[in-house]
T-cell receptor, first 114, second 112 residues
């Protein structure tokens, strides 16, 4: 069975500082990996995805993530955070063999200090 | 291009009642997945529909059921509502089974 762990429940970062959100997954084969962002009361917006190929993927809003198979990780990064990045971030894993049904982590809430 | 839409936005039910939530998939998408997101948690997969057939189910009891229509819109039905069914219900559509999923804004269900 696939699973996702996001070790940090809350992260507070100053505006302009860098941000890294951790994600560890468990899956036997090559997974599909995703990062989604959710603003309060909203649905999920896809930031980026990894299916195969280059292990460093670029997404929207200046985010990037790196797939590290040896560490079963897919950490999300942004070099300089804006106040509008305050939201909840979810890492998810899917698998072609499972029809890409997504398993989500518990989420990391990001607070941005002025 | 219209994205994924869900109705209603919010609703309040009492224990034991039944509820139907609706989802219109994005144009050209034949796959719809439903997720339940309890407060403070990540979404959990309920089931997926592909071309009007159920294509996989998560760990939810049979009182959670669904339908997909010929236009690929979908319904989620929950019978005998329990307090723990209070959650945000998210619908996602994709071009086909293994493609990227696009999420709707969700329906907030409160069970009293």
């Amino acid at each position: 069975a696939q699973s996702v762990t996001q070790p940090d429940i809350h992260i507070t970062v100053s505006e302009g500082a860098s941000l890294e959100l951790r994600c560890n997954y468990s899956y036997g084969a090559t997974p599909y990996l995703f990062w989604y962002v959710q603003s309060p009361g909203q649905g999920l917006q896809l930031l980026l995805k990894y299916f195969s190929g280059d292990t460093l993927v670029q997404g929207i809003k200046g985010f990037e993530a790196e797939f590290k198979r040896s560490q079963s990780s897919f950490n999300l990064r942004k070099p300089s955070v804006h106040w509008s990045d305050a939201a909840e971030y979810f890492c998810a894993v899917g698998a072609e063999a499972a029809g890409n049904k997504l398993t989500f982590g518990g989420g990391t809430r990001v607070l941005v200090k002025p | 291009e219209t994205g994924v839409t869900q109705s209603p936005t919010h609703l309040i039910k009492t224990r034991g009642q039944q509820v139907t939530l609706r989802c219109s998939s994005q144009s050209g998408h034949n796959t719809v997945s439903w997720y339940q997101q309890a407060l403070g948690q990540g979404p959990q997969f309920i089931f997926q529909y592909y071309r009007e057939e159920e294509n996989g189910r998560g760990n939810f009891p049979p009182r959670f059921s669904g339908l997909q229509f010929p236009n690929y819109s979908s319904e989620l039905n929950v019978n005998a509502l329990e307090l723990d069914d209070s959650a945000l219900y998210l619908c996602a559509s994709s071009e086909t089974v293994n493609n990227e999923q696009f999420f709707g804004p969700g329906t907030r269900l409160t069970v009293l």
